[in-house]
């Protein structure tokens, strides 16, 4: 018989989204990724990697020179001092990494603390695991924990938490108070967190990301997950970064191993390449995705959509309640999507109970005729329902 943990799940909701965006060549502001191609003289170099460099199996733990990479530009972008060698593993993408962590480190019976919205890899590979998944419910417009919250989800049962910070579909950044209040009960309850941080490089205005890893007490007990397709607009690439103690990386290796073993070499290269050469791709990127934040959400309040702040990632949120759309967020872009040709991500499908059911995630980093055409369909989509 099949295995139920995957046989049971739905198709994801970014795979039905794009799917009904394709099929009815509507705009795609559901799934994240940008209209932006990625920087050049990264894609050349995995062009002339592939034709002229190594094509077999490179090193299990990745390149020597991305490891190298690696550490590097996180000692000048997070004051981190990481031994390339011992403590960072290249993966096939930051899922994979995810699964890693998953697979090596959790145990049968181990309680994960989850905060929801989440990322929708996290609870399958958590039970394929064995883990016993602990949801912790965030709400808007903050989307924020407090210590009451921490402290009725940590229990002696506990041995991971899970954190995505920056936070898709959020868009939140966590300030340091919480970081602190979350490192404090993960050293007091001797847990591991594992940090979802592929968003790490796409932070806007005064928000600032800080990783869990460099707090106190948590060195030794965090795993830090990256991701260069997040970095460099190249979501296709699959190329991410697993970051942690060399007891813990040992561990996740191995389990790497077994998962892919390994990862394209001239993708490798490339984004060696790219993390040395970034030049100001880091302030720049950042900057132009701002601007796009900007646009679609003056043009989605001039049209009456209330908005909710946005400091980082690919997204930004709508509240169909304070916009004054009855309807759920599913049967929203169901009907949006259909009727008015544009796709959004309705957040509720990012919960596992109890979910929060008016907020639908739009995907920012389209050219700006794109947002434009976007916001224009959904004010359709808004004025059918009325007339509806």
């Known amino acids: 018989m099949p295995n139920p943990i995957f046989s049971s799940l739905p198709m994801t909701v970014f795979e039905e989204m794009s799917g009904l965006a394709r099929s009815l060549s509507a705009i795609n502001l559901g799934q994240g990724f940008p209209d932006d191609p990625?920087?050049?003289?990264?894609?050349?170099?995995a062009a002339d990697a592939v034709l002229n460099g190594y094509n077999q199996y490179p090193p299990m733990a990745g390149l020597p020179e991305l490891r190298?990479?690696?550490?590097?530009?996180?000692?000048?972008?997070?004051?981190?001092?990481?031994?390339?060698?011992?403590?960072?593993?290249?993966?096939?993408?930051?899922?994979?990494?995810?699964?890693?962590?998953f697979l090596g480190?959790?145990?049968?019976?181990?309680?994960?603390?989850?905060?929801?919205?989440?990322?929708?890899s996290y609870l399958p590979m958590?039970?394929?695991?064995?883990g016993v998944p602990k949801l912790v419910s965030l709400q808007p417009p903050h989307w924020r924990f407090d210590r009451a919250m921490l402290e009725a989800a940590f229990s002696e049962r506990t041995r991971f938490?899970?954190?995505?910070?920056?936070?898709?579909?959020?868009?939140?950044?966590?300030?340091?108070?919480?970081?602190?209040?979350?490192?404090?009960?993960?050293?007091a309850h001797d847990v591991i967190a594992i940090c979802d941080e592929v968003w790490e490089q796409v932070v806007f205005g005064n928000a600032r990301h800080r990783p869990l890893i460099a707090l106190p007490g948590m060195r030794e007990r965090t795993v830090k997950i990256g991701s260069a397709g997040k970095m460099f607009g190249l979501t296709g690439w699959k190329v991410g970064f697993l970051c942690a103690a060399p007891g813990l990386t040992h561990t996740l290796a191995r389990a790497h191993q077994f998962l892919t073993f390994t990862t394209a070499p001239?993708?490798?290269?490339?984004?060696?390449?790219?993390?040395?050469?970034?030049?100001?791709?880091?302030h720049a990127m950042p900057r132009a995705l701002e601007r796009s934040r900007d646009r679609l959400a003056a043009g989605l309040r001039r049209e009456g959509f209330a908005t909710?702040?946005?400091?980082?990632?690919?997204?930004?949120?709508?509240d169909l309640t304070a916009s004054g759309i009855p309807l759920s967020d599913r049967e929203f872009c169901l009907r949006a999507v259909k009727e008015a040709g544009v796709a959004a991500i309705p957040?509720?499908?990012?919960?596992?109970?109890?979910?929060?059911?008016?907020?639908?995630?739009?995907?920012?980093?389209?050219?700006?005729?794109?947002?434009?055409?976007?916001?224009?369909?959904?004010?359709?989509?808004r004025d059918l329902l009325r007339a509806g």
């Open 38 to 45: 990625g920087p050049q003289a990264i894609r050349e170099k």
């Open 68 to 101: 190298t990479a690696v550490a590097a530009h996180y000692a000048r972008a997070q004051g981190l001092d990481l031994d390339p060698m011992s403590e960072v593993t290249i993966t096939s993408g930051a899922t994979e990494a995810l699964a890693a962590a």
């Open 105 to 120: 480190l959790i145990e049968p019976g181990d309680e994960v603390i989850v905060f929801q919205p989440l990322y929708d």
């Open 126 to 130: 958590i039970r394929l695991a064995g």
């Open 161 to 187: 938490v899970v954190l995505n910070n920056p936070n898709n579909p959020a868009g939140t950044v966590l300030p340091d108070e919480d970081l602190a209040l979350l490192a404090e009960l993960c050293v």
């Open 266 to 282: 001239n993708l490798q290269a490339a984004v060696a390449f790219g993390l040395d050469n970034a030049g100001d791709w880091f």
């Open 308 to 318: 909710l702040p946005t400091q980082g990632t690919y997204f930004l949120n709508v």
């Open 347 to 381: 957040v509720s499908a990012l919960y596992e109970e109890d979910p929060v059911t008016h907020i639908v995630r739009l995907c920012l980093a389209k050219r700006d005729e794109t947002l434009d055409a976007g916001i224009e369909r959904l004010a359709k989509a």
